[in-house]
Each structure stands twice: as structure tokens, then as C-alpha cells.
């Protein structure tokens, strides 16, 4: 963070904020060079991801073991209507039902899983990384340099990481459903269709193939790039009302500053409650709608 002996200014405090835990690879620098930025780990986003998708699998698993068959309670309604929800939303995308058996677990997967990673939002900006770094000073290390970031989803590998998933899995139905010469020959003739003309045909398939590319390329980066700068904008915003409180902590010649502080914090968690659960359903969404695409024929 800051140097040791003053306090981080609010410049300082949002870059050490901003920093990820990173591992390197131990790629050969050859590699490293051809693939730069891509040899290292963000250690952070991987961590707290499989924490959180381990507790959104014992929720699950724990509302399934406790279901019965009589009146439920709250905690197995909730599930019920969640999993209702869910299933609703699958068969009005993929209407393929044996596709659908695996489908909607998945999406089912996806939605908690990802609204318990834009949760961790949720918790006071400076709880963990204070922990980890009082861990890491213990462990003989300088705590300025303890980095940790607890929002997987406000990292772009993590959310590139989860479409780039659902684009494999769009190829991959692509190619079951229509088998490899129908999906190849949807690339070549469609949007724009195909021609009678050899010559004509020829430039219509390259462009059909272009613009297929295009699509694919465009999915599966809006669809990462929208679920990461919601949560990172958030994350930013929280940060910011938190230097608002250490603002009023420095100095109490700002009289409004505790007011504002408390006033801002309430008002953007509780907005930011709508936006943890309206990302994670876009990005169900979204997963849904895809694979119903790779379902269907132009």
C-alpha cells in the first residue's frame, strides 16, 4: 500500500485495492513472451471462487437432503421456487429435453454460483484484506504488500473465463445437435443465405463464415465484459464510500462526512442487492438463450 510510516493516499488505498494475489506460472519465458499478461494466476479469484461454489453446492445439496414431501418450509420453499424458476426459463430456451436433463442444472449452477461470487461485494471493503494481511505480516512478510481481492467476478479472467465456457459448450451442441456437416454448413450459408453462381456462392460462404466468427467472438465478450463491469463498478463505488469514512476518521473538520457516509453506504448495498441478483439472472439468461441457439437451424 503506502510506503511504511504515513497513510495510503485515497489514490494509493484504490490501487492496492485494484490488486489481484497473483502466482506466476513458471511458464518458459519463451511462452511468456508470446503470450503476455497470461503468465500468471490471479491466486485470489481462483480461491474465493471455489470457496464460494463449494458453499452454494452444500446449500443446494443441503436443501435436497432435508426435502419432504409434505408442506415446506421456508428455506426448501425458496429453493423450490428458485429451482421452478430455472427450469421455466430452460424449457423456454432449449426445447430439446434430453439436451435439457444437463442443461438446467447447469443454468441452476450458474445463477447461484454467480450470485454468491457478486455477494462477496456485499461484505465491508477492507474485512478480508486486513485479515490477510495481519496473516501475512505474521508469516514474516511486509503487509503492504498483501494483496486481495474477494470479488471473482470484478476480475475479467474469471467472467471471460465463465463465457468462453458457455461458447465451448455452444460448439460443442452445435455439433450434436446438427452434426459437423450441418453446423459447417450453417457457417458458410447463413446469415446472408448461399447462391446458384460458383463464384457467387464462394464469396457469400466467406462472408456467412465471417460474420459467424463475428457473432461468436461478440457473444462470448459482451457476455463477459457486462457481468464484469457491473461488478466492478461496484466494487469502486464501495471503495470509494469506504474513503469517505476514513476521510471522516482523519479529520472531523467535515461535519457531513459521517452523515454521508452511512447515508451513501445504506443507499448503494441496498441498490447493490438488485444488481447482484439481476447479473447473475442476465448471465443465466444469456447461457440459456445461447444454447437454445446452437439448438435451432437458420
Known sequence: MA?????????????????HW??????HPVVQKAIVDFNVINLDS???????????CFVL???????TAGVPGRFQAAVEIL???????????????????????????VFVWIFLLNAMD?????????????????????????????????????TLGLSTSVLLLCLIYSVKIKGAGGWAHELVTAPFGT??????AVILGVVNLLMQII???????????????????????????ALMGGAMAASFSGVLLPVGHVIAGTVWAIFHILVITLQAFIFMMLTLIYLGQAHEAH
Open 3 to 19: 510506503a511504511e510510516g504515513h497513510a495510503p493516499t485515497a489514490s494509493e488505498y484504490i490501487v492496492h485495492h485494484l490488486q
Open 22 to 27: 497473483q502466482v506466476d506460472w513458471g511458464l
Open 46 to 56: 481462483v480461491l474465493w471462487a471455489l470457496i464460494v461454489g463449494a458453499l452454494g
Open 61 to 67: 445439496w443441503l436443501a435436497a437432503r432435508k426435502a
Open 83 to 109: 429451482v421452478e424458476m430455472v427450469d421455466n426459463q430452460a424449457k423456454a430456451n432449449i426445447h430439446n429435453a434430453k439436451s435439457r436433463k444437463f442443461i438446467a442444472p447447469l443454468a441452476l449452477t
Open 122 to 158: 456485499m461484505l465491508p471493503v477492507d474485512l478480508l484484506p486486513a485479515i490477510w494481511a495481519k496473516y501475512y505480516e505474521v508469516a514474516g512478510h511486509d503487509p503492504h504488500h498483501a494483496y486481495m481481492r474477494v470479488v471473482p467476478t470484478a476480475d475479467l479472467s474469471t
Open 195 to 200: 447462391s446458384k453462381n460458383p463464384i457467387f
Open 215 to 241: 457473432e461468436y467472438v461478440a457473444k462470448t465478450v459482451s457476455h463477459g465484459m457486462r457481468l464484469f463491469g457491473n461488478m466492478y463498478a461496484g466494487e469502486l463505488v464501495f471503495m470509494l464510500i
